[in-house]
């Protein structure tokens, strides 16, 4: 089993331009969440999905959008980078409820996007 | 203002030396778990504590969960260079993550 895998690893945008991050993960798991990590501040929930089909917005929504068509896979959308959208970003699964005290959020490699 | 605030934020020592790492919050969580990430890595999941007080060993790391449930510590005996990575703490929802301790063990 591959996991969580995430593309690209690395971007480099301009001011203005979109781009689609994508997470896939073959696990089965139902909860996909996208966060973003900056120095000193550590994870951000950005949005997260409870099944195929739902999206939520998470602590840091703004400038992001989502979208969940297939169970495995999650993409993170850009429609306008901005240089504060330069961060790494992480693509996690996790099988049980949130609600669940056990969850294990299984992570992907990151990928690490520049803004300029 | 972060939910769990982590301490300290960098930590830089000798190889078998001691160390501790602390996990606050003024919430009160159903469970509290700790992740270790490496470098250009995602982080990956050490422990879950639940039980106010609980104390959880894994190997050289001793986890303990708060008696209030707020704050957790990690403490590391006898690290060595493999134990170098950052440290988060997470919220029982998993939807809040703490502001990480930077670890570094000099060999």
């Known amino acids: 089993n591959a996991g969580v895998t995430q593309t690209p690893k690395f971007r480099v945008l301009k001011t203005g331009q979109s781009m689609t991050l994508l997470c896939a993960q073959d696990m089965n798991h139902e909860y996909m969440y996208w966060y973003r990590q900056d120095p000193g501040m550590g994870l951000r929930l950005i949005h997260y999905?409870?099944?195929?089909?739902?999206?939520a917005k998470g602590e840091v929504p703004d400038g992001y959008n989502v979208s969940r068509l297939k169970k495995q896979n999650f993409l993170l959308g850009l429609e306008s980078a901005a240089p504060s959208q330069t961060s790494v970003y992480f693509c996690?699964?996790?099988?049980?409820?949130?609600?669940?005290?056990?969850?294990?959020?299984?992570f992907g490699p990151g990928t690490r996007l520049t803004v300029l | 203002t972060q939910l769990l605030e982590q301490s300290p934020q960098f930590l830089s020592i000798q190889e078998g030396e001691n160390l501790t790492v602390y996990c606050n919050s003024s919430?009160?969580?159903?469970?509290l778990q700790w992740y270790r990430q490496e470098p250009g890595e995602g982080p990956v999941l050490l422990v879950t504590?639940?039980?106010?007080?609980e104390v959880k060993k894994l190997k050289r790391l001793t986890f303990q969960f708060g008696d209030a449930r707020k704050d957790s510590s990690l403490h590391i005996t006898a690290a060595q260079p493999g134990d170098t990575g950052l440290y988060l703490c997470a919220a029982g929802n998993q939807f809040y993550f703490g502001t990480g301790t930077s670890l570094t063990v000099i060999p």
């Open positions: 504590v639940v039980t106010g007080g």
């Open positions: 996690a699964s996790t099988y049980f409820p949130r609600q669940s005290s056990y969850n294990e959020q299984f």
């Open positions: 999905s409870v099944g195929e089909g739902t999206t």
């Open positions: 919430s009160v969580f159903s469970s």
